[in-house]
């Protein structure tokens, strides 16, 4: 039986995905969303992990709330936050049915390949949806995957020797087609450095 993201994070733990990324791509990835980000702005960290992002956003000054679906993470997330003293609501949640009503966030960032740990289209389609659902008027969705050449989904995925959830390997084509199923207007698709690699985007304004 394949594992999910919370079963597969879980039993790795956060050490583990921490020591994944080093302390250099992170501020690299930190400068490239403070560019976009605007302080006034309501955040939602989306698959927010341990709070590698939100944590340093908000030390920074920016208003920001993360969730993710494996708890452990979110426990981690909690603790670091309290020990910095910084006021940052962290919630255990997945993102095909998020926890928030409508219209709640200026904007909402999915990050480090998350949104590609869900190979069904259907909740592919419900994740973008929801995002689209909990974000302001002119508000910013920003997606960030790994830029492959082909697109559909990896069932047999091997992480640092490791066997991992199913993954799905996105295109230009295949975010495009998402968008067309979810009936959004008012996207951009661009490929740009992010922490020193080629990743692709998907940016969504809530029009």
């Keep these: 039986m394949q594992k ?15 020591d994944r990324k080093s302390a250099e791509h992170t501020e690299k990835e930190l400068s490239y969303l403070v560019k976009l ?7 939602l960290d989306l698959a927010c992990g341990y709070g590698r992002l939100a944590i340093p956003l ?7 709330e993360g969730i993710d679906v494996t708890p452990i993470f ?39 390949n998350a949104f590609s740990e869900m190979v069904r289209e259907q909740d592919q389609i419900n994740a973008i949806l929801e995002m689209y659902r909990v974000l302001k008027k002119d508000g910013l969705t920003i997606i ?5 050449r082909s697109s559909g989904a990896v069932e047999a995925n091997i992480i640092d020797g490791y066997e991992a959830m199913p993954s799905y390997n996105h295109t230009r084509g295949s975010l495009k087609r998402l968008m067309k ?8 698709l661009f490929t740009d450095n ?7 985007f998907l940016e969504i304004r809530k029009i």
């Excluded at 980000?37 to 955040?43: A, D, P, S, V």
């Excluded at 960030?144 to 492959?148: A, D, K, L, T, Y």
């Excluded at 992010?194 to 692709?200: D, H, I, T, V």
């Design 144 to 148: 960030e995957v790994r830029n492959h």
């Design 4 to 18: 999910t993201s919370r079963e597969f994070y879980t039993e790795l733990g956060v050490k583990w995905l921490s």
């Design 194 to 200: 992010f922490g020193g690699r080629n990743r692709l």
């Design 74 to 112: 979110i426990e981690k997330a909690r603790e670091e936050a309290m020990r910095r003293n910084l006021s940052v609501e962290f919630r255990v949640g997945d993102m095909t049915a998020l926890p928030y009503g409508d219209c709640s966030f200026d904007s909402v960032i999915c990050m480090w």
């Design 37 to 43: 980000l605007k302080k006034e702005w309501m955040i």
């Design 58 to 64: 908000a030390a920074q000054g920016f208003r920001v």
């Design 181 to 188: 199923l979810s009936r959004l207007e008012g996207y951009d």
